[in-house]
């Protein structure tokens, strides 16, 4: 089925300007995004920004001060979870313990008048499809963590919801069953196409199962895009330390379009990364990501190159992460961080208290408004 | 749009705010109505003038009457002393030292709950009465020891034995529960056995211990069974209310006695309230289980005291069995089954035995039934927090009223057949309730009602809150998932809260004892009667007829659902 070619698709879920409030607390401030069919969603941020709270009023289960739910043509905003046709799995599973596999997965089912053979014929497949065949008969606390999570997950398809919608799914696994895991909920989804909402905190879960990624703070939607949008143009400096790391270099002044005085140096920024709106002679925050920070022995002059001071060298396995101190004129330094292949380390001879030039890359530094 | 708008109506949650409403007018029917009407009746005369306080003024310038509250405080202090004594000591032991045979020694004390008040009073009479075997010295073999059984000692060591095992439940919690690391750092700071006791135990014991204080206060405070039978001339509240209303047929003073009997046993509620759930917070934070370190000396010396007490407990039952068996105490000590043919005595005998299981029955199914329906409702939903709150309260508010007051608050209630409200006359409905089977159950069931809303509600709060969530997102209707998982999962406490309606409902005489009808007598009353009546061989055997049956209930209980416990652990283990 092509998705993306078939118009009624796009925009399948359709959640608009939803407020809410607990007493005086905003828990969720006009947030507003959209859905296509098959879509996964994935929605990250610390924890108490709402996200939470944001999966549960499309599920219906809060309902919203102000706002609107729409699935394809059908307004929801008003109707309770029973009518909303959405699957649900909760962190804690919430798998019904006197019942077995089967049963839990043919729960949904029951209700819906199929026939009996019908149903186990519909349960058989979704053991079959999530890896559970010969375990159906196994109650909830003889199953393992992460055959646990698979139940669940099939007992919130078993019923063809519109919607499906995961609040940390993962989060009670250990690392290993979690990243088997994260591929195999992704490639069911894929061949569901149900449209999904998974609720996170794990950047790293985020940016590789979700097509695209809503980034919340406090209650408001900050970014929205896919995960490469977000990692590449983080919208402000919240988003980009939330996602990976980043330097900031602050108190940088615009000089003139592309060109901004850090201390007593200059450095050029290409493209701007739509910061055409900070006016020059006006303050702005350098940023860029410690991959992209490079030290390059003898380029000294060349353009955007500062000489810095080797603060300290982590190993971090695959590479080094090098403290550098950067000065920046006067007493004033900045502190910030360089990802470097432990080859290059080694080649260069770099250590500690070393001085060498770093280089940062014109079309890698973004800028935001102090 | 009509279609949307009926769409949207989420039907569920209409049903189960109509049920909590439910819940809300069946408690201010069956407690908060009830009360008011006893409160009001000791604000007006005997032709039903409001006279402001004029009752209690009168009631606290009279001696005779005033004298009893003096009284009632009295011995209740002093059970409460001596029975949290007894009961941290044998609760140390169980908890804290080595001692052999726990779990011996834990049902032995536990033994005691079985016994209703009236047959402690039966059996001290056996024992320290006038013609009793410490009395006579054992019939004559060594010299005798007269104690003045009948008055504050009687009433004392009658309670004492009612509150033992209720101070033994609190406070092993309580010791259960302290961290061991605390322990581990008191010895690494070498302090002695004295001082990590002071500085460690006792303050990881303290809300424990207060909430013992109290309920134990708050028992003997309002029990009525031991001092009908050992209270002698020594007048106390709860005797007190019992002479006004049923030998002086004075409602007004019944009233007035209530309510002074009532105002310091809501006050230790409430703060039993309170220190308990410092307790809950303080059961959250994650802690490490003691092992009892091995010290010779301590063990013996505890193995001792328990060994005694146990002793004790056991020579209590079995003078109970032996006076109810002998022909004649203390002359003919042949034994027999004479007592325990009830048909020359008044009290109703075997139908009143009969009519006292089939209300513990009746007051069982219906009690489980709705405490637990309302601890699922309340627990269970989502929103509507203010009818949940006032749920929650109602609930709460029977543990704070003795079984005395709500008798008397249903005579007057039921017995009513018109309201005159504001000159209106608004018929009463449930006035045909009155003298009926249904009303003993109800007012069982109102009486037992909070221990077994809460024992349910503790059981609810283990299953996991998103079974409901769930189960609404795939429209399942919320009852059938109560059917089908939450009932199943907390079957073993629903057993329990029956048990315990049964139990009690066989042993209790205070509510009920003002709203039997001759057509339908009770054992726990024909033994109150009998004992009145100076028959006090066959109200013995009625009492151990009482125990013996709760006895095998429960044990039966224990063998029969033995299955249904170990697959519920199964289940929940994780
Ligand atoms: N029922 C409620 N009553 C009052 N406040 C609430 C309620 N539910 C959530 N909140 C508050 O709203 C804020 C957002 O909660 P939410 O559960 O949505 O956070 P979250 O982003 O899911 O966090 P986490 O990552 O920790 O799960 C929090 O500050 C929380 O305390
Ligand atoms: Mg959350």
Known sequence: ?370 | MIKTTIAAIDTEKWIRYTMILMVCIWLAVVVVLPLFQLLSKSVVDLEGNFVGIANFIHYFKTPSLFNSFGNSLFVSVMTTIFSVTLGFLYAYALTRTNLPYKNFFNAIAMMLLFSPTLLNGITLVYLFGRKGLVTLGFFGAIPGWNIELYGPVGIIISEVIFTFPQAVLILSVALRMTDARLYEAADSMGASGFQTFITVTLPGIKYGLLSSVLVCFILAFTDFGAPKVVGGNYNILATDIYKQVIGQQNFIMGAVVSVVLLIPTVIAFIMDRIVQRKQVSMIAAKSVPLQPKINRFKDRLFLIFCGFISLVIMGFFATALFASLVKVWPYNLNLSLDHYNFNRMGGGGYSAFFNSIKMSFYSAVVGTAISFTSAYLIEKSRGMPLMRQAAYFLSILPLALPGLVIGLAYIFFFNTTSWNILGFYLPNPLNSLYGTMAILVLSNVVHFYTVSFLTATTALKQLDREFETVSESMSVPFYKTFFKVTMPVCLPAILEIGIYYFVNSMATVSAVIFLYSADIPLAAVAVANMDDAGDIAPACAMSVLIVLTNVVVRVGYGLVTKGIRARTEKWLSK
């Open chain 1, 1 to 370: 089925m092509s998705q993306k070619a078939n118009l009624k698709n796009s925009g399948y879920l359709r959640v608009k300007n939803i407020d809410k409030s607990f007493g005086s607390f905003r828990a969720l401030k006009n947030v507003s995004f959209q859905a296509d069919r098959g879509e996964l969603i994935s929605v990250l941020g610390p924890s108490g920004c709402g996200k939470t709270t944001l999966l549960r009023v499309v599920a219906g289960l809060e309902k919203q001060d102000s706002g609107e739910v729409f699935v394809g043509d059908r307004d929801l905003s008003n109707y309770p979870i029973s009518k909303r046709n959405v699957g649900i799995v909760f962190q804690s599973y919430a798998l019904f313990p006197n019942l077995t596999a089967r049963q839990n997965i043919a729960y949904g089912l029951k209700t819906r008048k199929l026939k009996k053979s019908e149903i186990d014929r519909k349960v058989d497949a979704l053991l079959q499809l999530t890896g559970l065949k010969g375990l159906g008969r196994r109650y909830p606390a003889q199953l393992s963590g992460g055959q646990q999570q698979r139940v669940a997950l099939s007992r919130a398809i078993a019923v063809s919801p519109d919607i499906l919608l995961l609040d940390e799914p993962l989060s009670a696994l250990d690392a290993k069953v979690r990243v088997m895991l994260r591929l195999e909920i992704r490639q069911l989804q894929q061949r569901l196409g149900v449209t999904t909402i998974m609720v996170t905190h794990d950047q790293e879960e985020a940016l590789t199962m979700a097509d695209r990624i809503l980034v919340m703070d406090q209650g408001k939607l900050v970014q929205e895009g896919t995960p490469h949008e977000i990692y590449e143009h983080p919208a402000t400096p919240f988003v980009a330390s939330f996602i990976g790391s980043m330097n900031f270099i602050g108190n940088a002044v615009k000089q003139d379009q592309g060109v901004y005085k850090v201390g007593e140096h200059i450095l050029h920024v290409s493209g701007e990364n739509g910061s055409a709106q900070i006016k020059e002679q006006s303050g702005a925050i350098l940023a860029i990501r410690p991959e992209n920070v490079m030290i390059l022995p003898n380029e000294e002059g060349r353009a955007n190159v500062i000489k810095a001071q080797v603060e300290a060298i982590e190993y971090r396995g695959a590479m080094f992460r090098v403290g550098l101190k950067l000065p920046l004129g006067g007493d004033t330094k900045v502190l910030i961080e360089s990802d470097m292949p432990s080859e290059k380390i080694s080649r260069l001879n770099i250590s500690e208290n070393m001085v060498i030039p770093v280089h940062f890359p014109t079309d890698r530094l973004r800028v935001y408004q102090a």
